[in-house]
């Protein structure tokens, strides 16, 4: 019944190495988003995608991909982590509804800790 | 530019008192939506309270209620009879609706602390 899903909640892993994080949504909506925040908590906008169309790219680096197999997927894979990558990566949806509030849906994060 | 300002980094109340959290935003647009997300240590985001800014009464939530004044564009949080679970970091966001970007602009929250 989660609305919006992300698989591993927690990943410990090595400077350099490659990871994804996986996100699932079974709402229906059409547009979703990665978000990073950092050890302050604030929270920042990475990605949107809205019907496979990447319709928000903020100055993030090339080494971060958003990758959406359908409608309901948004995948963040990541190339060659650093230090800095360490946080938490939170999944989020919205409908795509006309003069709408269009809503975000949040996942329950996944924290990212790079060694 | 589009910002949102949260200046209480943290504040603290009393079990059963009521707290006010201030938002204010910078935008040259006059149609949008004003949200509250609570984050509790769990991290999820959950939403707390929305406001369509072409409205004038101000929306409630059970305990959960704003202050919002567009032509200050202010928009507060006030949480009554507090509850220990109400403890949590809150954001403040906003989103414009005439525009073909579904950006959602935070502030940088503000962490409650509930006292038994």
């Known amino acids: 019944d989660t609305a919006v899903s992300q698989t591993p909640k927690y990943l410990v892993t090595q400077m350099g190495n490659d990871k994804s994080i996986k996100c699932e949504q079974n709402l229906g909506h059409d547009t979703m988003y990665w978000y990073k925040q950092d050890s302050k908590k604030f929270l920042k906008i990475m990605f949107s995608?809205?019907?496979?169309?990447?319709?928000i790219n903020e100055t993030v680096p090339n080494r971060f991909s958003p990758k959406s197999p359908d409608k309901a997927h948004l995948n963040l894979h990541i190339n060659s982590l650093e230090l800095g990558d360490s946080a938490v990566y939170f999944c989020a949806s919205s409908p795509r509804l006309a003069g709408g509030p269009k809503t975000q849906y949040f996942g329950p994060g996944t924290r990212l800790l790079v060694l | 530019a589009q910002t949102v300002t949260q200046s209480q980094p943290e504040m603290s109340v009393q079990e059963a008192e009521t707290v006010t959290l201030s938002c204010t935003y910078d935008?040259?647009?006059?149609?949008?939506?004003l949200f509250w997300y609570k984050q509790p240590p769990s991290r999820q985001m959950i939403l707390v309270i929305r406001?369509?800014?072409?409205?004038?009464q101000n929306a409630t939530e059970n305990r959960f209620s704003v202050n919002f004044q567009k032509a200050a564009k202010s928009f507060s949080l006030k949480i009554s009879d507090s509850q220990l679970g109400d403890a949590a970091m809150y954001f403040c966001?906003?989103?414009?609706?005439?525009?073909?970007?579904?950006?959602?602009?935070f502030g940088t929250g503000t962490s409650l602390t509930v006292i038994p």
């Open positions: 406001q369509e800014a072409y409205k004038q």
């Open positions: 966001a906003y989103r414009i609706v005439n525009t073909g970007s579904n950006q959602f602009y």
């Open positions: 995608y809205n019907n496979k169309e990447l319709i």
């Open positions: 935008t040259s647009e006059s149609d949008y939506y």
